[in-house]
């Protein structure tokens, strides 16, 4: 009790009525170590029974340094640090990390680097949005669709393990292009992939979404108005939840995404059932650029002249790219040595992450846990 | 000596259970034989759940221990014994000695009146089914015990929240009872019973199953039943007492080894308890399908064969599956393992086509079926179902549950006096 109630001490009590220690309050100290808190984040509730009044998140346990190894890295020796941090989705951070520094070096990745780069982030997003379903069900209760997108996850891992010999931490792109020129039949499996998963996500459908409990469970559960998300700096599948069509790849096109034919799906309600929704439509829609993309590839090199020893000129450079939770940014500030002065990296959970206390105030404990898995975060981006 | 072997012996023409005939050596029996057969019950529906639930989830579950895991559950149970036993340092001590003994007696003593056959059971009580409802509802009492007594958070509201649960469904299960019991008074004499025993003759006298009596308000009432005895147990979709992903292990949390193994010991028992309890007043308890349609001698010759054939069933898939086994020295004696399981299954099969044998145990053999298919659907809802918020499990008890129990509870009264009604209507 002592010590959650001191930490508690910075919490904006203002905002509530109550006095600080009241006896109908109950405060839960909730992780790092819970089933639930996807890794190790720490939420203190407080509770009336079983009403949340308030919440505040606790972070830094998975706290690395990562921007600070920025520092002490060059362009190219950092590019593998990036993968660490959103785990999941390690594709989408190379890739914004890559032209982050190519937007820096004036140079560009030729075109077929383009399309592979593509086809992998795609391939990517579908991972980890399936990772996303499996653990946001298993927390709500439903055990089994856990299992049936791991299964299906799997297939893409081995794509990823193909082709560049590692499936987590992939470190598929460098600066300037891709190390690796595709494997031999790389087209053909990743249509066969698209093949067999296209009936698997009406698979995932047919289990959660006319399910009466699944329905009850989301449906006007962490609701966020789009107001609310664009103050917080929400992005990503929450805000396109509640209503606004912003999706970067169509907003400032990055990679050649301006090529490929794909729709934004949006929610009205922005609550976690539309966001559920949202997040299984980007599916098909991945599904959608993949096959456009993989049938396209041109033939040419994979990787730009750039200089043995990167040094960029002196400068600044904001990039930023749609990770699969939202507007993934690198900052990079070069004083013209081999190793940016500064790296900042804007993170889609952690920005995210703000929102929790907004969308659970006034919801119940279980409601916190569906919120939490909504919110897709990846406590390794959180805390860097 | 003589006279002891004739009070042992005085039993076995008696066509009552042993403790209505006052037989304490039989009772005694009898009790030894149900728990005995419980815990082999709890240990078999633990495999049976993992593996169940490995295939509905692409996967294959236990395969390590024993050919295909089978021996998995013992491996646990000695594991759990095992284990240190932990006590949290600010736990109300007796209390948190108490509950999980609390808990396992509830789930236990039910087991006095479940009849397996009109002979099988501890014994036969007047007001059986009260005696289960109201002994199986004293185990949110150990619930609250163990969560009040861990002096922690998620104990106590996950006790908070199964005790609220319990409360509330058992109003609604109480009602789809009470409109089976009706169903019993529906004889010459006018006359209901409560006697679980008596409720199973009651269907087998009016020939019909109560699940189908009135077609559907013995529907709807078995119905209530089966959703609300989910909720009594505290299994998915409403096992929020112990939400895994909201409160780690609800009451249990801070409980470990042989303490914990009691809690899980309880909540099986309890399951098949219920399931019992559902069995014996819709499903007709141990009577055989279609009693009254198909009840020549050939028929019944055919029915008796059943038992001797399921368990041969099952030994054909021991030995099928030991000749699937790889064909590695690592693997032999697991084949061997299996094939002698197999074999055991076998000559149950075969002693069970003993017609002195299967004229007694056949009534156990179709209680115990349509009690394991409780057990699969149990399995089931855990694969498919979220889990319920509390408030809305709370407004499906009062608002949804309740009121249709009471429809059914009306609208069977009415049905079952409509011959009176009738009359009084046309014969003033």
């Known amino acids: 009790m002592t010590d959650s109630n001191t930490s508690l001490s910075h919490l904006d009590l203002e905002t509530h009525e109550k006095p600080f220690l009241d006896a109908n309050e109950l405060v839960i100290n909730m992780g790092p170590q819970h089933p639930a808190t996807h890794g190790v984040l720490r939420v203190i509730l407080r509770l009336d029974g079983e009403k949340v ?6 972070i830094g346990y998975l706290h690395r340094g990562v921007e600070k190894i920025g520092e002490h890295r060059t362009y190219t020796m950092f590019n593998p640090y990036v993968d660490r941090m959103d785990y999941v989705a390690a594709v989408s951070n190379g890739l914004g990390y890559c032209e982050t520094v190519e937007k820096l070096l004036n140079v560009e990745a030729p075109p077929r680097a383009q399309y592979v780069r593509v086809i992998l982030t795609e391939l990517n997003r579908l991972a980890s949005h399936q990772l996303w379903l499996g653990t946001h069900a298993l927390d709500i209760g439903a055990i089994t669709p856990l299992f049936y997108t791991f299964r299906d996850r799997e297939e893409i891992l081995k794509i990823f393990e193909k082709y560049c010999g590692a499936r987590l931490t992939t470190h598929a792109f460098r600066i300037g292009g891709l190390q690796y020129e595709t494997y031999n039949g790389f087209e053909r499996e990743v249509k066969n992939f698209l093949d067999f998963f296209r009936p698997k996500i009406d698979e995932y459908e047919e289990l959660l979404t006319t399910n009466r409990i699944w329905v009850e469970r989301t449906k006007n559960v962490g609701t966020i108005s789009a107001q609310d998300c664009i103050a917080l700096g929400v992005t990503g599948p929450v805000l396109r939840a509640s209503g606004v069509k912003w999706d970067l790849r169509k907003a400032q096109p990055y990679a050649n995404y301006k090529n490929f034919d794909f729709d934004i799906p949006t929610g009205q309600r922005g609550d976690t059932y539309d966001r559920y929704l949202v997040r299984v439509a980007e599916m098909r829609q991945s599904v959608r ?63 995210n992450l703000q929102a929790l206390d907004l969308m659970c105030r006034g919801q119940l404990v279980a409601d916190v846990i569906a919120v939490i898995g909504t919110l897709d975060i990846v406590l390794g981006e959180v805390d860097r | 000596m003589e006279q002891l072997i004739q009070y042992v012996q005085s039993y076995l023409t008696s066509d009552q259970t042993p403790g209505a ?87 236990f003593t039910v087991f006095v009146v479940v009849p397996f056959g009109p002979t099988h059971a501890i014994t036969d009580m007047n007001i059986g089914i009260l005696f289960m409802l109201g002994v199986s509802s004293l185990s949110v009492l150990g619930i609250v015990m163990a969560g ?77 039943f089966a959703v609300a005895m ?85 030994a054909a898939m021991c030995f099928y599956n030991a000749v699937r086994m790889p064909k590695h020295p690592f693997f032999r004696i697991q084949t061997i393992g299996l094939a002698g399981f197999g074999v055991l299954l076998g000559l149950i099969g075969l002693i069970l086509f003993i017609p002195a044998v299967s004229l007694r145990v056949q009534d156990i053999f179709w209680f115990s079926t349509k009690v394991a298919a409780f ?54």
């Open chain 1, 53 to 58: 009044l308030g919440l505040e998140c606790v």
């Open chain 2, 148 to 224: 009040w007594a861990s002096n922690s958070h998620y104990p106590l509201i996950g006790a908070l929240r199964s005790s609220a649960q319990m409360v509330s469904y058992e109003v609604a299960m109480g009602l789809a009872v009470v409109s089976a019991i009706l169903m019993t008074s529906l004889n010459a004499s006018g006359t209901g019973t409560l006697s679980m025993i008596g409720i199973v003759q009651a269907q087998q006298t009016q020939g019909i199953w109560f699940i189908f009596k009135f077609f559907p308000l013995g529907l709807i009432a078995f119905f209530i």
């Open chain 1, 289 to 351: 650029i993949i096959e456009q993309a993989v049938g396209g590839i041109p033939e040419g090199p994979v990787m730009a002249k750039v200089p043995k020893v990167m040094k960029p000129p002196a400068g600044e450079v904001y990039h930023s790219i749609e990770a699969p939770k939202g507007e993934l940014g690198y900052f990079i500030v070069s004083d013209g040595s081999t190793q940016p002065y500064r790296v900042r990296v804007r993170p889609p959970s952690f920005v």
């Open chain 2, 375 to 428: 057990m699969y659907l149990y399995i089931w809802y855990r694969g498919t179902f979220p889990r319920y918020r509390f408030d809305q499990l709370m407004q499906m008890g009062w608002k949804v549950l309740l009121p249709m129990g009471l429809g059914v509870l009306i609208l069977t009264a009415t049905a079952g006096l409509w011959p009176l009604i009738q009359h009084s209507i046309w014969h003033p």
């Open chain 2, 230 to 314: 989910v909720a009594e147990t505290n299994r998915a979709p409403f096992d929020l007492a112990e939400a895994e992903s909201e409160l780690t292990a609800g009451f249990h949390t801070e409980y470990s080894g042989f303490r914990w193994s009691l809690f899980f010991l309880a909540e099986y028992s309890a399951m098949i308890a219920v399931s019992s309890i559902a069995v014996t007043l819709w499903l007709g308890g141990w009577l055989r399908p279609f009693p009254n349609l198909l009840n020549n001698s050939a028929w019944d010759l055919v029915f008796s064969l059943v038992p001797g054939i399921t368990f041969l069933f099952l």
């Open chain 2, 21 to 107: 005939a006052g037989n304490m050596f039989w009772a005694l029996v009898y009790i030894l034989l149900v728990f005995v057969g419980l815990s082999i019950a709890v240990i078999a529906m633990n495999w049976l759940e993992r593996k169940i639930l490995a295939h509905m989830q692409v996967r294959l579950g236990p395969m390590r221990v024993g050919p295909h895991g089978l021996l998995q559950p013992i491996a646990d149970a000695v594991k759990l014994l095992l284990k240190e036993d932990i006590m949290p340092a600010e736990a109300d001590a007796p209390i948190f000695w108490m509950a999980p003994f609390m808990v396992v007696l509830a789930a």
